[in-house]
Structure formats: C-alpha cells, structure tokens
Nanobody, 116 residues
C-alpha cells in the first residue's frame, strides 16, 4: 500500500537549519508531484512547497520563500525539504503529500520546533 514516512524533524534554535525527508513506497514515485505542508496548533494546514514529478518546477509558500528548498531523488523515492534561517513561527507538524492525478496521499508528519 502507499506509504509516506517523514523524518528529520526536531528541536532547533532560531536561525538554524533542518532537512526533512519523506520516503515513499507503494506507488510510482517518479510520476507523482510531491508537496510539503505544515500545520501549527490552532491553525489551518498550509502548503509549504511543491515539486513536479521530474523535479523541474518548484513553488513555495510566501512565508518560506528564500529560506526553504524542496528537492527529490526519484532513484531513492524520497523528497526533501531543506529549511534554513528557521524562525519561531516555522514551528509546526510537517507533512508530506503525494499527488497522482486526483489521488492524494499523506504521511503521518514530523514535528519541527524552533525555540531558543
């Protein structure tokens, strides 16, 4: 079955960096667009970054532009989110999402906490 497993979250100080990974299985990863979303307590889930199936096109939410970078390795069935210059307001649960046509699949999330 489809599985998306996020990892790499943790506690980091403001200004620090983290790299999240999402390992995919159970579907043709190289044909799926991939996204990272996040949800902070009491807030709606928001799109952080998106990458096309080939990795040729990326897009970002306004709040992370210039600080976060999404990439993928289709040979490893993995999508990454490099997060630099982290801010306290980046604290959230981060989720990986796979989009195959009209089918969307979600991972279980990884917690990122930015605090001094």
């Amino acid at each position: 079955q489809v599985q998306l497993v996020e990892s790499g979250g943790g506690l980091v100080q403001p200004g620090g960096s983290l790299r999240l990974s999402c390992a995919a299985s159970g579907f043709n990863f190289s044909s799926a667009a991939m996204c990272w979303y996040r949800q902070a307590p009491g807030k709606e889930r928001e799109l952080v970054a998106r990458i096309t199936s080939t990795g040729g096109v990326t897009s970002y939410g306004d709040s992370v532009k210039g600080r976060f970078s999404i990439s993928r390795d289709n040979a490893k069935n993995t999508v990454y989110l490099q997060m630099n210059s982290l801010k306290i307001e980046d604290t959230a649960m981060y989720y990986c999402k796979a989009i195959r046509g009209v089918i969307a699949s979600w991972g279980q999330g990884t917690q990122v906490t930015v605090s001094s």
